[in-house]
C-alpha cells in the first residue's frame, strides 16, 4: 500500500466531555461515537443496542405491497413461482429466503441459480427458458433484475408475471430519468430516497417480512447476515441490526448448513464476528459460485438433515481450496503482467485463460496493493469480461457509465461492478478509465488516508477501553474497528517476527505495552533509526497459552517530528 496521508479526527472538547459523563464511557470512546454521528444519549443507546422493533417497515418501501400481492396472488391461484437469484453469498442467501417464505406462505416454488460461465450475471433469458420448463406463472428475482430488460420483455412473451427484488444501481436515460424494466412489480430501495442501504438478501428478507410478518422471519436473519457482510454493505440502520441479529443466530448454530461450514471452517468452537465471517463462512459460499454450480450451496442453506448438511459442506471446502488455489495462480499471472505494462490512475489487466470466477478477487488484491480503481479481465471469443473493484473516492458505476458507449453489458455499485466489452477495446477502455478518473478525483484523492477516530495516550488503552469498543459490534464497513494514535513514543526491543511481522514494546514516560504490525518488517530499519515514533493502532486483546494481555496492533508507524 502507497505511503498514507494520516488524518486524526476532532470534536469540541468541551461535548466529548459532556457526550462521555451522558452514556459513562471513556473521552476516547466518546469521540468515536460522534465521529460515527452518534452525538446524543438516545443515539448511542440505539446504536449499542440495536433492536429488530425498530427496523424500516417494510411496507415503506415502495412496489412491495404490489410484490407481496401478486406472490399471494400466485400462491392463491396454485401457480408455480420460481425465485431466480444470483451465485454470489449475497444472490445464494437471498434466494434461500424468499424460497423458504414463499414455501411458509403455501406457495409451490423453485429455484433457479445461474452458472458463471454458462449463463452468466444476473437475469436472463436462460432463466425464462428454466421457468417455461417447469411450467411456473411467476418470476421472483433476488439480487438481480433492474437493468434485465430483455429477460422481462421475453418473460412477458411467454405470459410470465415478473416481480423483481434488487439492490443494485438502476439505469437512467440520457435525460437522467431512472429505467426501469416492465415487471409487475419492483423493489429495490435504491428507488426510495432516504431508504436504507440494503443487501439484495435485506430486500428479499423485507419481502419475506411483509409477506408472512416479522414473527415468521426472525429466524433467517442469519441468511440475510452472510449476505450483508459478504456484498460490504455498511454496518448501520437496518443492516447494523439484521447482522447483530444474524451473528447471534449463527452462534447459536441452530440452522444445519451453517452449523457445519462452521466446523469445515475449524471455527466451530469460536465467537463469530462479522470480520470472521468474511474469511471463513463467505469465500466458501462464494467459492461454488466462482468455480462450479452455487446450487449445492443452496441445498446447504435450505437442508433440514444434519448428514447432507455435512456431506455438502466437506463438498463446498474442497471447492474453496481449489479456487485459492486458482486465484493465486491468476493473481502471480496478473502481476507480472502488471511488472512489465505498469499502471496509471486505473489498473486494467486482461489474459486468456484467467478464471472468471476468481477475477474480482484479484482486483480487490491489487486495490489494497496500489490504490488504483482496478479492472481484471478474461478473454474467450474476443469478449473480455471483467470484475472491478475502486477506491473509496471513486464511484466506479459512475465512471462506467461515463464509458457505456464502448461496453456491451456492465452492472454494479459505487465500489464493485461487472462488465463486457470487445477484446479490441480494452486498450481504449483504459484510455477512457484514466480521462474519468482525471476529471473526477484530484491528486489527495488517489492517496489513501489513514483516518484515526482520536490521539489519545497509551495509558488510556485499558480493558474497559476494550469492553467499550465491544459494543461496537458488529464491527465492518461503515463501522470499522477504531484506529487510534500516540505520538512520540520510545521504542523498546523492535525485531521481526514471523512472516515479516514488526514486534516491539512502547514506552510512554513509565508506561509500556506490546505491539505487533502485522507486515511491517520493512518499517524496522525506520524505527531502529528513530529516537521516537508516531504509531496508529487498534486496541486488541491478546490470547496466548492461557494468559491475556493487551497489544497495540499497528496499522501505521512513521518517525515523531517532534
Known sequence: MPH???????????????????VSVSPAFAQVLINRGIKTPEAVKKFIAPSVDVLLEPFSLSGIKDAVSIIKGAISAGRKILVHGDYDADGITGTAIMVSAIRRAGGEVSYFIPERLRHGYGFHRSGVEYAREMDAGLIVTVDCGITSFEAVEAAKKEGLGVVITDHHEPRHGKDGRVRLPRADAVVNPRLDAGAPLLSGSAVALKVAQALLGIEEVIGMFDLACLGTVADVIPLVEDSRIIVKEGLRQINQ????????????????????TAGLLSFTLIPRINASGRIDHAGRVMELLITESTDEAYRLARKIDKLNSKRQRIEENVHTEAMEQLDSKGYDLSIVLASEGWHEGV??????????????????????????????RSIPSFDLYEGLMRCSDILISFGGHRQAAGLRLEADRLEEFEERMNRVIADTLTDEDLVPTLTLDAAISIREVNYNLMREINLLEPLGYGNHEPVFGTKGLEVVEPRVVGNNHLKMRLKERSFYIDAIGFD?????????SSSRVDVAYIPQVNEWEGGRNIQLKLVGVRPSES
Request: hydrophobic share 45%.
Open 253 to 272: 448454530s441452530e440452522r444445519p448448513g451453517i452449523m457445519a461450514l462452521k466446523e469445515v471452517s475449524g471455527i466451530k468452537a469460536r465467537a463469530v
Open 4 to 22: 498514507r496521508r494520516w488524518f486524526v479526527q476532532r470534536t469540541n472538547p468541551e461535548y466529548i466531555e459532556y457526550l462521555s459523563r451522558a
Open 520 to 528: 511491517l518488517g520493512e518499517m524496522l530499519e525506520v524505527v531502529e
Open 359 to 388: 477475477v474480482g478477487i484479484v482486483a480487490s488484491r491489487l486495490v489494497e496493493m496500489y490504490y488504483r480503481p482496478s479492472f481484471v479481465f478474461t478473454i474467450k471469443d474476443g469478449i473480455a469480461q471483467g470484475s472491478a
